[in-house]
């Protein structure tokens, strides 16, 4: 994607495309991937933008809010970032760190008990964490 392209796609989503979160956005939302804060802040910085860490986490709290990106939790203290915000699974290598989507057609998930009193499904994520071989 084009940083102009960035632009109107952040417009559709209502949100004010400044410098910085297109900053933000070129890193992110250019291509398919798996990213954490952290890294986003290593590659705008590799790109010369001295975006500060505050409004990076801003900018990918916004994006989240608004439907552009979505949060995958790994673990208590590790989120990552996708552009892919229709509905999916991943694999999770807990040595490289690395996420992989899975087609939500490859899991099929049943629930053997009823949900609890007035509630109704709204979503299932499933992340299944993989380590290298130990051959």
């Known amino acids: 994607m084009t940083r102009d392209e960035i632009a109107q796609r952040l417009e559709r989503y209502g949100v004010l495309p400044t410098a910085q979160r297109l900053d933000v956005g070129e890193v992110i939302l250019s291509s398919p991937q798996h990213a954490s804060a952290d890294q986003i802040i290593a590659r705008i910085r590799e790109r010369g933008s001295k975006t500060s860490k505050a409004t990076v986490y801003n900018t990918l709290n916004l994006f989240c809010e608004r439907g552009l990106l979505r949060t995958v939790h790994v673990d208590p203290s590790r989120q990552?970032?996708?552009?892919?915000?229709e509905p999916h699974h991943h694999f999770y290598n807990v040595d490289t760190r690395e996420l992989t989507d899975i087609d939500p057609n490859a899991i099929d998930l049943q629930i053997k008990m009823p949900l609890p009193e007035g509630t109704e499904r709204a979503?299932?994520?499933?992340?299944?964490?993989?380590?290298?071989?130990?051959?």
């Open 123 to 135: 979503g299932v994520e499933v992340v299944i964490r993989v380590r290298d071989s130990r051959d």
């Open 80 to 85: 990552y970032y996708d552009p892919t915000i």
